[in-house]
């Protein structure tokens, strides 16, 4: 089955209207009245669930209220650049923009969102019957202010899983090759040295096999900030160094002679583990970002590796974007002996749990109109076809849906993987200062990346860097 993400013209028209049929119509075109003539603007990342946005629900909306909305896609660097300029200058240009679950604790600190449940509680005659906060999953709660109200509607939600090649890990031939060489039989990693024997003997296999395959993803540019996310929120957690290895609770240390753990051992083993995989992995890896290790698994490169849930879907079903549809499965990332414990006795996490929420800038000068979208967009009734097509759930209800369960066959169980096993990941650290401390340490970062600097002297440097930002800021005492 190949439905993942194809946004043909009959498929579309189909969406369409069998989202119309769905919805209450009397209610969203009585509530659009006074907004006749309205055009949303909003600006999002060029990413797989935004793309539906654009491409199905707004189309839908339209139809259905009148109401224009016009969802502007771009780069990851140029969304937040353009939201947060306009947010800055109050020109109220965009009434909808994305916030990344990393980015919501600097956007409310600067009072840059609208709350969304005062705003529909004391407008009813723009309270959807359709919509309700209690049908979203517990990640909705990264969205919520220090009153418990919502400040943003997700959007998507997901886990940076383990893809592996289920073709290649199950092909009788290889599997005798990987026995004969390793002594244990190949099946998914456990731990960080499985994951590097895997990788290692497919990287050697593609070479004597004149293949184009190597042992493993790596997102590893040497200038872009994925690179410096993948390291904190993917690789240092499964050794234990968990929120970027700065200790809030102890003046918010980041070297270990603060009682930090950025430079830790732990740290250093991870950086340095993850630097001989990146050394390993198919030569693109030092220029890729997020998008480019989703296209190259996709492009049936890597053997395994660790990529975004919002890529899961096209890459495991598509058969017009990848080459390994029907060839994928999932599994947890590998951990250091004793972690997976850790985290399930309540300290820690095992990967990055990611997503976003539409919010509504304070700036906004459409709120009623752009409330009325969002609460659109968080209905339970258009999210089976929302997460079929870019594998995010943020609704509970999606989950049992059997255009989801179809799915949830194709993706080798990521759904359940994602409902069952989800509350072993997290997303980025509750830090107001998020981006300063980012901006701050990824140079050095970037100098690690490229040899300039040996492991142990940066993460020495940006444990020194990190801690000066705080202090410049006001975090450290």
């Given at each position: 089955?190949?439905?993942?993400?194809?946004?043909?013209?009959?498929?579309?028209?189909?969406?369409?209207?069998?989202?119309?049929?769905?919805?209450?119509?009397?209610?969203?075109?009585?509530?659009?009245?006074?907004?006749?003539?309205?055009?949303?603007?909003?600006?999002?990342?060029?990413?797989?669930?935004?793309?539906?946005?654009?491409?199905?629900?707004?189309?839908?909306?339209?139809?259905?209220?009148?109401?224009?909305?016009?969802?502007?896609?771009?780069?990851?660097?140029?969304?937040?650049?353009?939201?947060?300029?306009?947010?800055?200058?109050?020109?109220?240009?965009?009434?909808?923009?994305?916030?990344?679950?990393?980015?919501?604790?600097?956007?409310?600190?600067?009072?840059?969102?609208?709350?969304?449940?005062?705003?529909?509680?004391?407008?009813?005659?723009?309270?959807?019957?359709?919509?309700?906060?209690?049908?979203?999953?517990?990640?909705?709660?990264?969205?919520?202010?220090?009153?418990?109200?919502?400040?943003?509607?997700?959007?998507?939600?997901?886990?940076?899983?383990?893809?592996?090649?289920?073709?290649?890990?199950?092909?009788?031939?290889?599997?005798?090759?990987?026995?004969?060489?390793?002594?244990?039989?190949?099946?998914?990693?456990?731990?960080?040295?499985?994951?590097?024997?895997?990788?290692?003997?497919?990287?050697?296999?593609?070479?004597?096999?004149?293949?184009?395959?190597?042992?493993?993803?790596?997102?590893?540019?040497?200038?872009?900030?994925?690179?410096?996310?993948?390291?904190?929120?993917?690789?240092?957690?499964?050794?234990?160094?968990?929120?970027?290895?700065?200790?809030?609770?102890?003046?918010?240390?980041?070297?270990?002679?603060?009682?930090?753990?950025?430079?830790?051992?732990?740290?250093?083993?991870?950086?340095?583990?993850?630097?001989?995989?990146?050394?390993?992995?198919?030569?693109?890896?030092?220029?890729?970002?997020?998008?480019?290790?989703?296209?190259?698994?996709?492009?049936?490169?890597?053997?395994?590796?660790?990529?975004?849930?919002?890529?899961?879907?096209?890459?495991?079903?598509?058969?017009?974007?990848?080459?390994?549809?029907?060839?994928?499965?999932?599994?947890?990332?590998?951990?250091?002996?004793?972690?997976?414990?850790?985290?399930?006795?309540?300290?820690?996490?095992?990967?990055?749990?990611?997503?976003?929420?539409?919010?509504?800038?304070?700036?906004?000068?459409?709120?009623?109109?752009?409330?009325?979208?969002?609460?659109?967009?968080?209905?339970?009734?258009?999210?089976?076809?929302?997460?079929?097509?870019?594998?995010?759930?943020?609704?509970?209800?999606?989950?049992?849906?059997?255009?989801?369960?179809?799915?949830?066959?194709?993706?080798?169980?990521?759904?359940?993987?994602?409902?069952?096993?989800?509350?072993?990941?997290?997303?980025?650290?509750?830090?107001?200062?998020?981006?300063?401390?980012?901006?701050?340490?990824?140079?050095?970062?970037f100098k690690i990346l490229t040899g300039d600097l040996s492991v142990s002297d940066g993460l020495d440097?940006?444990?020194?860097?990190?801690?000066?930002?705080?202090?410049?800021?006001?975090?450290?005492?």
């Open positions: 089955m190949s439905f993942a993400y194809k946004l043909a013209v009959s498929t579309l028209a189909l969406t369409v209207a069998a989202g119309a049929a769905m919805a209450d119509d009397a209610f969203w075109k009585k509530a659009a009245e006074p907004y006749q003539g309205v055009t949303l603007r909003g600006v999002t990342e060029s990413s797989p669930p935004s793309l539906y946005i654009r491409e199905v629900l707004a189309p839908q909306f339209e139809e259905l209220t009148g109401i224009r909305v016009d969802v502007e896609t771009t780069s990851w660097d140029q969304m937040f650049d353009k939201a947060i300029k306009d947010m800055e200058a109050g020109t109220g240009i965009y009434d909808m923009v994305y916030i990344e679950q990393d980015i919501i604790y600097s956007y409310l600190a600067r009072d840059f969102l609208t709350d969304l449940t005062a705003l529909i509680a004391d407008n009813p005659a723009i309270a959807a019957p359709t919509y309700s906060e209690d049908n979203f999953t517990t990640f909705a709660d990264y969205f919520k202010g220090d009153n418990g109200h919502l400040y943003g509607v997700p959007m998507e939600a997901f886990i940076k899983i383990y893809l592996y090649r289920t073709d290649l890990f199950g092909d009788p031939d290889i599997q005798a090759a990987f026995k004969e060489k390793t002594g244990r039989d190949l099946a998914p990693a456990t731990n960080h040295e499985e994951y590097a024997e895997i990788a290692q003997f497919f990287t050697d296999y593609g070479k004597a096999n004149d293949m184009d395959l190597w042992g493993t993803t790596a997102q590893a540019h040497t200038g872009h900030v994925a690179s410096w996310y993948e390291y904190f929120e993917s690789i240092a957690p499964t050794f234990g160094v968990y929120n970027w290895g700065i200790d809030a609770n102890n003046n918010y240390a980041a070297s270990v002679a603060n009682g930090g753990e950025m430079n830790s051992d732990a740290a250093k083993k991870a950086l340095t583990w993850w630097l001989s995989m990146r050394d390993i992995a198919p030569p693109e890896s030092p220029a890729s970002t997020w998008t480019e290790v989703g296209t190259t698994f996709g492009a049936g490169r890597a053997a395994q590796g660790l990529v975004y849930g919002e890529n899961a879907g096209w890459i495991a079903a598509d058969e017009t974007k990848s080459l390994v549809v029907g060839k994928v499965g999932v599994a947890l990332p590998p951990l250091e002996d004793g972690i997976m414990e850790e985290v399930e006795g309540g300290k820690g996490y095992i990967g990055y749990y990611d997503g976003g929420a539409f919010g509504l800038p304070s700036t906004s000068k459409n709120k009623e109109a752009a409330a009325l979208f969002l609460q659109y967009i968080g209905q339970n009734e258009v999210q089976p076809d929302w997460a079929v097509a870019a594998p995010r759930v943020t609704n509970t209800a999606t989950y049992d849906d059997p255009k989801v369960q179809a799915m949830n066959e194709e993706l080798g169980g990521y759904y359940d993987m994602l409902k069952d096993k989800g509350y072993l990941f997290a997303g980025a650290p509750a830090y107001p200062f998020h981006a300063q401390v980012r901006e701050a340490t990824a140079p050095t970062f440097q940006m444990a020194a860097e990190a801690e000066a930002e705080l202090t410049s800021l006001g975090y450290r005492k």
